[in-house]
């Protein structure tokens, strides 16, 4: 399955963004989906996940309140709707695809597709 990434930007702190992750090739709802991110000089770290189905999510501590994760499977899309931005958001956000019909993994190694990243910028 191939992912494009989109919506980063350069935003204030306090504000909002929405990335999206478009999905091809392949069933999108055989996949949960992950979103992670890598800041400058840092681990890829884990933000958020979804089932296929949408119905259970789970955010990294740092996030959880200020993002939500959706998935739209008809359109093939997974979002990342972030709010209340920090300047320690800024980073490169990666969209990834698990195959998995269970819960989603927390950890980057259990994904199996990846996109190319998508920079967000918080300024202070």
């Known amino acids: 399955v191939q992912l494009q990434a989109s919506g980063g930007g350069l935003v204030q702190a306090g504000g909002s963004l929405k990335l999206s992750c478009v999905a091809s090739g392949r069933t999108f709802e055989a996949y949960a989906m992950g979103w992670f991110r890598r800041a400058p000089g840092k681990e890829r770290e884990f933000v958020a996940a979804i089932n296929w189905s949408g119905d259970s999510t789970h955010y990294t501590n740092s996030v959880r309140g200020r993002f939500t994760i959706a998935r739209e499977n008809a359109k093939n899309t997974v979002y990342l709707q972030m709010n209340n931005l920090k300047s320690e958001d800024t980073a490169d956000y990666y969209c990834?695809?698990?195959?998995?019909?269970?819960?989603?993994?927390?950890?980057?190694?259990?994904?199996?597709?990846w996109g190319k990243g998508t920079l967000v910028t918080v300024s202070s």
């Open positions: 990834a695809a698990e195959t998995s019909w269970g819960t989603p993994s927390l950890q980057d190694y259990e994904y199996d597709y």
